[in-house]
């Protein structure tokens, strides 16, 4: 049976891109079928302004006219100026077989060559800012919003085609009943006796404003951190456009001082547990679904994927004491409001000592692990 490793040039190749995703899940208790639309909208040029300051190529595997496997790879401006010279990504990796994936990996990494590039990262879907890395632990449990799952095969895989580890991301779960320590406690009062400080929601009323302010916290905050890569203007109002449906006021933070904002942090309900009965589609019933159940969430996991402080308050006491203070107030949110019993922290590089304290020290322990390879090219 003949194997055909082709570009994805129209849009049906692009739905054949999405919908193989089906084909490799399907059966998999612990996937959960992601929003067709928004897959396709992360390809799409014409809508995703990350394409602004990148290009990438996207690859289908067929197996005798059926699709058997996919990849992407890109060449991103920002990443070149960030992170170095001729540092090329993999990205969308998903196949049914090993023979499929080795050859998806050889087209992709033979294009990044003819672009000059010398360095493999990935797997990295699209951006850093998307579903970076391959899921290596945490398979036994669905993943929550915005992290990725993959087969336990492909670590092994990659592995076989010549890459090796560049960097673990971690996600750390708690169960959110259980209240703080002592010492945390005490934090946390401390600074709420503080005039200085000031913890507010965000106000959806400004929500432009607000996302923007938020967003560029998050350029500053995260400036230092391996991988990292500024989000544009233009990539700002995209994300809080596709993020203003699960933002509640209550559960998005910032924390100000002497009436400066210095740090922030975003909770949502895990989307994915309102989604994994959809199948992927929004109509003609789906998005009334979502709608309904998005009016008054009740979900068992919350999820904190972004949150920061900004560069000059690194390594300080109040850095510290800003988290905790606002953990507390979106924890007790979280029980009450929307019955969730547990929470997910990341994801977090596995050298940042900062974020891996402020995670453990409520007794948050590791739940999945996701890895980004590397390769010399």
């Given at each position: 049976?003949?194997?055909?490793?082709?570009?994805?040039?129209?849009?049906?190749?692009?739905?054949?891109?999405?919908?193989?995703?089906?084909?490799?899940?399907?059966?998999?208790?612990?996937?959960?079928?992601?929003?067709?639309?928004?897959?396709?909208?992360?390809?799409?040029?014409?809508?995703?302004?990350?394409?602004?300051?990148?290009?990438?190529?996207?690859?289908?595997?067929?197996?005798d006219g059926k699709v058997v496997g996919r990849i992407s790879a890109?060449?991103?401006?920002?990443?070149?100026?960030?992170?170095?010279?001729?540092?090329?990504?993999?990205?969308?990796?998903?196949?049914?077989?090993?023979?499929?994936?080795?050859?998806?990996?050889?087209?992709?990494?033979?294009?990044?060559?003819?672009?000059?590039?010398?360095?493999?990262?990935?797997?990295?879907?699209?951006?850093?800012?998307?579903?970076?890395?391959?899921?290596?632990?945490?398979?036994?449990?669905?993943?929550?919003?915005?992290?990725?799952?993959?087969?336990?095969?492909?670590?092994?895989?990659?592995?076989?085609?010549?890459?090796?580890?560049?960097?673990?991301?971690?996600?750390?779960?708690?169960?959110?009943?259980?209240?703080?320590?002592?010492?945390?406690?005490?934090?946390?009062?401390?600074?709420?006796?503080?005039?200085?400080?000031?913890?507010?929601?965000?106000?959806?009323?400004?929500?432009?404003?607000?996302?923007?302010?938020?967003?560029?916290?998050?350029?500053?905050?995260?400036?230092?951190?391996?991988?990292?890569?500024?989000?544009?203007?233009?990539?700002?109002?995209?994300?809080?456009?596709?993020?203003?449906?699960?933002?509640?006021?209550?559960?998005?933070?910032?924390?100000?001082?002497?009436?400066?904002?210095?740090?922030?942090?975003?909770?949502?309900?895990?989307?994915?547990?309102?989604?994994?009965?959809?199948?992927?589609?929004?109509?003609?019933?789906?998005?009334?679904?979502?709608?309904?159940?998005?009016?008054?969430?009740?979900?068992?996991?919350?999820?904190?994927?972004?949150?920061?402080?900004?560069?000059?308050?690194?390594?300080?006491?109040?850095?510290?004491?800003?988290?905790?203070?606002?953990?507390?107030?979106?924890?007790?949110?979280?029980?009450?409001?929307?019955?969730?019993?547990?929470?997910?922290?990341?994801?977090?590089?596995?050298?940042?000592?900062?974020?891996?304290?402020?995670?453990?020290?409520?007794?948050?322990?590791?739940?999945?692990?996701?890895?980004?390879?590397?390769?010399?090219?």
């Amino acid at each position: 049976m003949s194997l055909n490793i082709r570009r994805v040039e129209t849009q049906a190749d692009r739905r054949r891109f999405v919908d193989l995703l089906w084909d490799i899940y399907g059966d998999d208790p612990n996937w959960v079928p992601p929003l067709k639309s928004e897959e396709l909208g992360l390809i799409d040029a014409k809508s995703n302004p990350w394409f602004e300051h990148a290009e990438a190529a996207l690859w289908l595997a067929e197996r005798d006219g059926k699709v058997v496997g996919r990849i992407s790879a890109q060449v991103d401006q920002l990443v070149l100026e960030h992170m170095g010279a001729g540092t090329g990504e993999i990205g969308m990796y998903e196949t049914l077989e090993q023979e499929a994936g080795r050859e998806l990996l050889a087209a992709a990494e033979a294009w990044l060559r003819d672009r000059s590039m010398t360095r493999a990262l990935g797997p990295i879907s699209l951006s850093i800012w998307d579903q970076p890395g391959l899921l290596v632990d945490g398979y036994d449990e669905p993943p929550t919003a915005m992290m990725g799952h993959h087969r336990l095969e492909y670590r092994g895989w990659w592995e076989a085609a010549g890459y090796v580890r560049a960097k673990d991301l971690l996600t750390y779960e708690l169960d959110i009943r259980i209240e703080h320590v002592a010492m945390i406690r005490r934090l946390i009062e401390s600074g709420r006796r503080n005039p200085r400080i000031r913890i507010r929601q965000v106000d959806k009323s400004r929500f432009e404003d607000e996302a923007k302010l938020i967003l560029n916290l998050l350029n500053d905050a995260w400036s230092d951190n391996w991988g990292f890569v500024p989000l544009t203007p233009a990539e700002i109002a995209y994300a809080g456009k596709k993020l203003k449906p699960i933002i509640f006021e209550d559960l998005v933070l910032v924390a100000e001082v002497d009436g400066e904002p210095k740090a922030f942090m975003i909770t949502i309900p895990d989307i994915n547990e309102l989604i994994r009965d959809l199948n992927g589609k929004l109509f003609p019933f789906g998005w009334a679904k979502l709608l309904w159940r998005l009016r008054k969430p009740r979900v068992k996991r919350m999820r904190v994927p972004l949150m920061g402080v900004t560069k000059d308050l690194h390594g300080s006491r109040l850095a510290g004491q800003l988290a905790f203070m606002m953990i507390e107030q979106c924890r007790q949110v979280s029980v009450g409001t929307y019955g969730a019993t547990h929470g997910e922290f990341g994801w977090v590089l596995e050298d940042n000592g900062g974020m891996i304290s402020i995670a453990q020290l409520p007794g948050a322990s590791v739940n999945k692990t996701y890895r980004i390879f590397e390769k010399a090219l």
